[in-house]
């Protein structure tokens, strides 16, 4: 009987031990999971992150395992490659190759890269596969070539200013013997050849003054002038010109206007502004010149019975290098405009198409307060 007691005994302690032991390793399990939870929600948590980061970047991120199958692909290596990362994880190709500096995607636009593929290590050291890191450059190679023919531009800019300074003043020469020569032999066919080169060179010369005045800021060195024997002069000296391209002047004598200017830099705006009148009358026409006042500003217009501008070309006709002719500079207005802000005045252009154009300067009188004014008053 006390056997079998014993028995019952030994086995409710067996049943005990099991049922703690069990409870123990419920606990354990228990515990288990909630740290496996744990880990993989850190796991999660950083995957996230690594993906949220590789994402973000503007350069593109493809890793290659041991055995070389892609995976992963970030969002600007899967834009730069036109690939959608999900169809090409798991493969063993980007469907991309590279030559030389560029990246040529097999559905994508080429595009420059700076690219680099090195060996990843496993915690172990052991390698574990290889990331491609790349970035587009197009852009940046595009700044270099831009700035490489802004440079080589500049330098021939430089280049066109000395020829331009070298030409002009032997042209100077030949404009004052072609019209010695004219005026020696008025009258004959030899004065009209004469006549022609001066009037040629003349205008070369005014090229030339506008292409070396554009690199330079205007200072205009003022000094009292009668205003309308500049323009006398400078009519007088296209006076052939205008009379080989069947063009009347006409400028009404109506008092002196004295005013304080630069006397070549108003010359060559004028000149500038004559030019376009026979330009724009290649079968003849008027010009008329006025000279007026207004409050304290002297006003001249100058209008032509020529082409006229369309309202595109009328509002560009200030730009530099804005030119509607074969062989135009497009400088002309462009600095005749900054010699008349440089006088501290403005000019106005109206203009319609097949009628005309009037040009109106407006200059200070009052503005003047230097030392040439007193040697003058
Ligand atoms: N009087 C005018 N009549 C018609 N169009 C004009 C007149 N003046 C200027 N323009 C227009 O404005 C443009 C710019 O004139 P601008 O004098 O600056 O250059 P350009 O005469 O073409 O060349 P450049 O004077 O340098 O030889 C001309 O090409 C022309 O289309
Ligand atoms: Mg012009």
Redesign the pocket.
Known sequence: MAHIENNTDLLNRAIETFNSASATLTQYYSALEDKVKLLTEEVDHKKQLLDSILDSIDVGVVFFDRGGVVRIVNSAAGNMLNIDAGGVIGGTSIHASIKGEVIVPENGRPFYALASRSGVKGRDGDIIGHVLIFKDITRLKQLESESERNRRLTAMGELVMKIAHEIRNPLGSIELFAGLLSSDLKGTDHGDYANRISGSVRSLVN?LD?MLRFTKEIKPRLEYHCLNDVIRETCDDFKELFASSKIQIFFPENGAYWLPLDRGLIRQALI??L???V??MPDGGTVNIRVKDAFENVEIAIK?N????DEE??S???E?F????D??????????ASIIRAHKGHID?I?EAGK??E?IITLPITEFKGEGMKELL
């Open positions: 090229t506008n500038n502004i030019l376009n009148s330009h724009a032509d020529g082409v006229g501008m070309i009328r560009r006709m200030f530099p804005f030119s509607t002719k062989r135009g500079t497009g400088l002309g207005m462009s600095i005749t252009v203009s005309g154009t040009f």
